[in-house]
């Protein structure tokens, strides 16, 4: 799976070690806030308009404009809904033999792709906080580094504490390889 990543700027003899994304959790969380926004404006209407207001459903103006209303709203949650998803699923971390390589989606048509030397990096730190984070372990990792972008920022990855031991093996293996 691993060899289907076309790799910005590939060095030769690079080898991909890890491909990160957001843990699968935070996915799920966003499709369930979908699914309840999807279905409370349901409630809301049986609630208000069918039982207060049924003139409403029936009014040569009001019927349309209420037409309307829940069109926009529905469009707006589409729109929201595959925007999230677009941001889940094109947010990659990847972790070669040689580099950190940042690639995030920032709205439709941006995207930002960056890349970290490993002889660069200074400190790598991994976070969890949180009930949820804690038990399905997934959390950030930061990398510190000396060069343009001066933190790398893995966000809600799953086990953050296995990506920041990789990173270090490989920063160390690095470094020694360049002080040769």
Known sequence: ML???????????????????????????????????????????YLTVASIYPDIL???ISYPLFLLVVSFYYLFLWVFFFFSFIDYYLDIWIITDERIINIEQEGYFARTISEQRFYRVQDVTSETKGFFPTVLKYGNVYVQT????????????PNPDQVRDIIIKLVERSKAAHHS
């Open 3 to 45: 060899y289907l990543y076309r790799l910005p700027g590939h060095i030769s003899g690079e080898k991909i070690i890890k491909v990160l994304r957001r843990d699968v959790f935070i996915l799920i969380k966003k499709i369930l806030l979908f699914l309840l926004l999807l279905i409370l404006p349901l409630i809301l209407f």
């Open 58 to 60: 029936y009014g040569e």
């Open 146 to 157: 000396a060069g343009a972008k001066e933190r790398f920022f893995f966000q809600e990855i």
